[in-house]
């Protein structure tokens, strides 16, 4: 079983559209929840991190993390044709290193 | 926020060539030095993780005789696919981890296209 699971997609929505993407995770040891944002050929941005349960909110981004699921989500509300990007979510336990999902593609059509 | 350049952007080299790819944090010091590679429409692969001054931990099936990493300071590290071959083009990324706010953060590159003809 991988540590982290995400659906690839492709994921296409209008714009104005919320968006959900998910992440589901086998370790109960990981602490860390980040989401990074990677536009194409180009290297992944760090978008949101949390470390607890809960709701954590930037502008039209929500990090939500459920630890008992073992799941977490990125909503984006309102999208734009500019969030068009793959989104990776990663996980990581302390000092170690990050386990990525595969990465979602995301495409929001004007 | 945190930056890390990677030099050069795009590579083209001949088959049996090398090739170095730099990677530099540039307003932090990095406790440890990550690169990755990408295939098309695949997430990232973790190759191997390098501290500075010591030996860097190659990531399973990765040869380290292949891909030589040289992690000189603490804002700086090397990558060098030696005797490249086609299947060896791909997109590397860097990544460099610092410890902020009781939070190891890890920052990446902008990625090294590389391409083996």
């Known amino acids: 079983q991988k540590e982290v699971e995400q659906d690839p997609g492709p994921l296409s929505v209008p714009e104005g559209a919320i968006v959900s993407l998910n992440c589901t995770y086998s370790?109960?040891?990981?602490?860390?929840f980040m989401w990074y944002r990677q536009y194409s050929r180009k290297g992944p941005e760090l978008l949101m991190y949390t470390y607890s349960s809960g709701n954590k909110e930037d502008g039209r981004f929500t990090a939500q993390v459920d630890k008992s699921s073992k799941y977490i989500s990125l909503f984006i509300r309102d999208s734009q044709p500019s969030d068009s990007a793959t989104y990776l979510c990663a996980i990581q336990t302390g000092a170690n290193n990050l386990f990525f999902g595969t990465g979602t593609r995301l495409t929001v059509i004007p | 926020g945190a930056v890390v350049s990677q030099h050069p952007s795009r590579v083209i080299c001949k088959s049996g060539t090398s090739v170095k790819i730099e990677c530099r944090s540039l307003?932090?010091?990095?406790?440890?030095m990550f690169w990755y590679r990408q295939f098309p429409k695949q997430s990232l692969m973790l190759m191997a993780t390098s501290n500075e001054g010591s030996k860097a931990t190659y990531e399973q099936g990765v040869e380290k005789d292949k891909f030589l990493i040289n992690h000189a300071s603490l804002t700086l590290s090397t990558l060098t696919v030696t005797s490249a071959h086609p299947e060896d083009s791909s997109f590397y990324i860097c990544s460099a981890r610092t410890f902020n706010r009781g939070l190891n953060e890890q920052y990446f590159g902008p990625g090294t296209r590389l391409t083996v003809t």
């Open positions: 307003d932090f010091q990095a406790t440890t």
């Open positions: 370790n109960s040891a990981f602490q860390y």
